[in-house]
């Protein structure tokens, strides 16, 4: 009898063991989870506000070429104009002479 005991009770003391050690285990699963879980936010936080960042980039270039687009055109009308003016004096004299008054617009649009 006292043998069957201590086989109940060492069967006994192994489920208790067998359960701790579950339960450890199962609470480092769920803690490893948990950091996988933390881990993957973090990296698509980081992947999004990357992509964040290259948009507002991609955005900026393309207001800086809008912006380039819009002084060429300016660039191009001024000297339209010039060439109109040059065209102009060359018909009015037969040769070209810029007046003063002229060569300062030019010099403040160009």
């Known amino acids: 009898m006292a043998a069957k005991e201590r086989q109940e ?3 006994g ?3 208790r063991e067998l359960e701790r050690r579950k339960q450890r285990m199962s609470a480092q699963i769920d ?3 948990e ?3 933390r881990q993957r936010e973090l990296a698509l936080a980081k992947e999004n ?6 948009v507002a980039v991609e955005q900026n270039a393309d207001q800086h070429l809008l912006m380039q687009d819009e002084e060429d055109q ?3 009308v001024i000297e339209m104009m010039y060439q109109e003016i040059q065209e102009k004096e060359m018909e009015d004299t037969g040769f070209l ?3 003063p008054e002229q060569e300062e617009w030019l010099a403040a649009s160009l």
Do not use: G, N, P, V
């Not at 506000?49 to 290259?54: A, Q």
């Open 9 to 11: 009770q060492e069967a």
């Open 13 to 15: 003391k192994e489920a």
């Open 31 to 33: 803690r490893s989870a």
């Open 35 to 37: 950091f996988l879980k």
């Open 49 to 54: 506000k990357e992509r964040e960042r290259l």
């Open 74 to 76: 300016e660039q191009r």
């Open 97 to 99: 002479e810029i007046t």
